[in-house]
């Protein structure tokens, strides 16, 4: 319904704006021979703001042990919970917002990580999405200024 004071449909210039500044990486991890260590994938610049990432198991991981897999970034957020075995099944889907749903901003570059712990995994993939603002998208540009006295 439009809102009479403000014009017809006004605020969609706004969520459009915001929505159209947020970027998506997607790329792809395979696991299939990963040893119990952290490889890092993807690069983003310092600046960057993650708001929520994804992943889609699309391959099922096996282990000849009790494999674990954490995603994310280095810290505590937009890190995501260790992932047991059963729960990377082919479908599944696992995402930061479960654990944070906290933007993440990234004072130094940093890398989206993949930690397998407790066994080597012998198979398996992830489809990764990450949501983000790059350095600056969120500037001001030609809004309005107000000057302090």
């Known amino acids: 319904?439009?809102?009479?004071?403000?014009?017809?449909?006004?605020?969609d210039n706004v969520i459009n704006d915001?929505?159209?500044?947020?970027?998506?990486k997607k790329f792809k991890i395979d696991f299939g021979v990963q040893a119990a260590t952290t490889?890092?994938?993807?690069?983003f610049a310092a600046g960057s703001i993650v708001?929520?990432?994804?992943?889609?198991?699309?391959?099922?991981a096996t282990s000849g042990g009790g494999a674990t897999l954490q995603l994310g970034f280095t810290?505590?957020?937009?890190?995501?919970?260790?992932?047991?075995?059963?729960?990377?099944?082919?479908?599944?889907?696992?995402?930061?917002l479960i654990t944070d749903s906290q933007p993440l901003f990234l004072n130094?570059?940093?890398?989206?990580?993949?930690?397998?712990?407790?066994?080597?995994?012998?198979?398996?993939?992830?489809?990764?999405?990450?949501?983000?603002?790059?350095?600056?998208?969120m500037a001001a540009g030609d809004g309005n200024t107000y000057i302090t006295a």
Do not use: R
């Not at 319904?1 to 605020?11: C, D, L, R, S």
């Not at 915001?18 to 998506?24: R, Y």
């Not at 708001?51 to 099922?60: M, V």
């Open 39 to 43: 490889v890092t994938t993807e690069s």
């Open 108 to 137: 130094a570059a940093d890398t989206f990580d993949a930690t397998a712990a407790t066994a080597d995994f012998t198979a398996g993939m992830v489809d990764i999405e990450v949501y983000y603002l790059e350095p600056g998208a």
């Open 1 to 11: 319904m439009a809102n009479p004071q403000y014009g017809q449909n006004k605020a």
């Open 51 to 60: 708001l929520w990432w994804s992943a889609f198991c699309s391959e099922t």
């Open 75 to 96: 810290g505590t957020k937009q890190l995501g919970p260790v992932i047991v075995l059963a729960e990377l099944a082919s479908g599944k889907v696992h995402t930061s």
């Open 18 to 24: 915001i929505t159209s500044k947020i970027k998506i």
